[in-house]
């Protein structure tokens, strides 16, 4: 079974540009997630799609950050215009259980990360 | 206040040895609790989950839940020079349908061989 795939693995721009991430989660996963790791931080996390519904946007850090899951299947995360602070990996996760009741497992499977560098 | 908090290490062990690994964290309606391990340049790789008080363990770790004192910790027996990576404690909060997962910052642990 594939795992969770992302493209691209870097992509060096100039701020005030704008970058496109995708991320493939593992087939029939609902739950996909994305995260961002910026240098010596720890892994912030950015939003949770259930299918194409946006669960939880609250970690979305402002309105140039646009996320993106058409049919439910793979996911796309804009930046628009880039700044130097954008610059991190980020992460996409996707789970299979079901988010429901009170004690969720949710057993988040990591894709390999895209590493923007924005000069 | 940090809402999962980690000594950043690194921890440095002997081949053989216990690793313990801690975590606090602040949110007291926190239900779930991940130990992830991530190697250099790679990304993380979940190892135990608990959610439960008590102890969890699977071969050769052991995860514990305290509750009462928001503590979550990893203990690693018998180390080896593989698992010299980061590890990184996760608290999920459930709101309204969702899941946000916060991230400590990580221990740096080295097994010495």
């Known amino acids: 079974e594939a795992g969770v795939t992302q493209f691209p693995s870097h992509s060096v721009i100039e701020k005030g540009q704008t970058v496109t991430l995708r991320c493939d989660p593992i087939?029939?996963?609902?739950?996909l997630y994305w995260y961002r790791r910026v240098m010596g931080k720890e892994i912030k996390f950015l939003l949770h799609f259930v299918k194409e519904s946006k669960q939880d946007e609250s970690g979305m850090p402002n309105n140039r950050f646009l996320a993106e899951r058409t049919g439910g299947t793979y996911s796309t995360l804009k930046v628009q215009p880039a700044e130097l602070e954008d610059s991190g990996v980020y992460f996409c996760a996707s789970s299979q259980e079901r988010v429901s009741g009170y004690w969720g497992t949710d057993t988040q499977y990591f894709g390999p990360g895209t590493r923007l560098t924005v000069l | 206040q940090k809402e999962v908090e980690q000594n950043s290490g690194p921890l440095s062990v002997p081949e053989g040895a216990i690793a313990s690994l801690n975590c606090t964290y602040s949110d007291r309606g926190s239900q779930s609790f991940f130990w992830y391990r991530q190697y250099s340049g790679k990304s993380p790789e979940l190892i135990m989950s608990i959610y439960s008080n008590g102890d969890k363990e699977d071969g050769r770790f052991t995860a514990q839940l305290n509750k009462a004192s928001q503590y979550v910790s990893l203990l690693i027996r018998d180390s080896q020079p593989s698992d010299s990576a980061t590890y990184l404690c996760?608290?999920?909060?459930?709101?309204?349908?969702?899941?946000?997962?916060?991230f400590g910052a990580g221990t740096r642990l080295f097994v010495k061989a």
């Open positions: 996760a608290v999920n909060n459930i709101r309204t349908g969702g899941f946000k997962t916060i």
């Open positions: 087939s029939g996963h609902d739950n």
